[in-house]
């Protein structure tokens, strides 16, 4: 099992520019996550799926959308990158729904400079 | 908002010495995990405490969690150059979020 998945690794963008980071898992987890993590602020929660067809706001919600596209897949979309989304973007999945017992499972991440 | 405070933030310490980590709230939490993140990786998962006042021991690391829930700490044992990484704290609340904290970095030098 390859586990989470996310691409592209790296990229770059103008200010303005938009993209799209993809995410997969094939642990069959209901659940699904995107963080944003920045030196000294740990990691931020953006959105989340608690299922298939739900997805709600995080912590940090604002100049991002999110899609699941079914159970395996879960896209992050910035339509106008700023400088200050310039960060690492991490994927996670869990089973059951989040709840205090779960372990979230992470991707390797991508490393996302905004010029 | 930044829930979850670490100290320290960094840590170099030489193999074989012992050392704490504390994560620290104002809030009150269901559960707090703990995770070490290697640079380039995604965070992995060492340990879940769930009741105020438990302690977890996984080999050579211990981990509290405050009576009150609100606070917990790591300590590490003899630490090794394999010890080495990023340590996040994450706090789960009743709204079903987990917030991590802001991260210590290890360096155990050989």
């Known amino acids: 099992n390859a586990g989470v998945t996310q691409t592209p690794k790296f990229q770059v963008l103008k200010t303005g520019q938009s993209m799209t980071l993809q995410c997969a898992q094939d642990?069959?987890?209901?659940?699904m996550y995107w963080y944003r993590q920045d030196p000294g602020m740990g990691l931020r929660l953006i959105y989340y799926?608690?299922?298939?067809?739900?997805?709600d706001k995080g912590e940090v919600p604002n100049g991002y959308n999110v899609s699941r596209l079914n159970k395996r897949e879960f896209s992050l979309r910035l339509e106008s990158a700023a400088p200050s989304q310039t960060s690492v973007y991490f994927c996670?999945?869990?089973?059951?729904?989040?709840?205090?017992?779960?372990?979230?499972?992470f991707g390797p991440g991508t490393r996302l400079t905004v010029l | 908002t930044q829930l979850l405070e670490q100290s320290p933030q960094f840590l170099s310490i030489q193999e074989g010495e012992n050392l704490t980590v504390y994560c620290n709230s104002s809030s009150v939490f269901s559960s707090l995990q703990w995770y070490r993140q290697e640079p380039g990786e995604g965070p992995v998962l060492l340990v879940t405490?769930?009741?105020?006042?438990e302690v977890k021991k996984l080999k050579r690391l211990t981990f509290q969690f405050g009576d009150a829930r609100k606070d917990s700490s790591l300590h590490i044992t003899a630490a090794q150059p394999g010890d080495t990484g990023l340590y996040l704290c994450?706090?789960?609340?009743?709204?079903?979020?987990?917030?991590f904290g802001t991260g210590t970095s290890l360096t155990v030098i050989p």
């Open positions: 994450a706090g789960a609340t009743t709204g079903n979020q987990f917030y």
């Open positions: 405490v769930v009741t105020g006042g």
């Open positions: 996670a999945s869990s089973e059951p729904p989040l709840s205090y017992y779960n372990e979230q499972f």
């Open positions: 799926s608690a299922s298939e067809g739900t997805t």
């Open positions: 642990m069959n987890h209901n659940s």
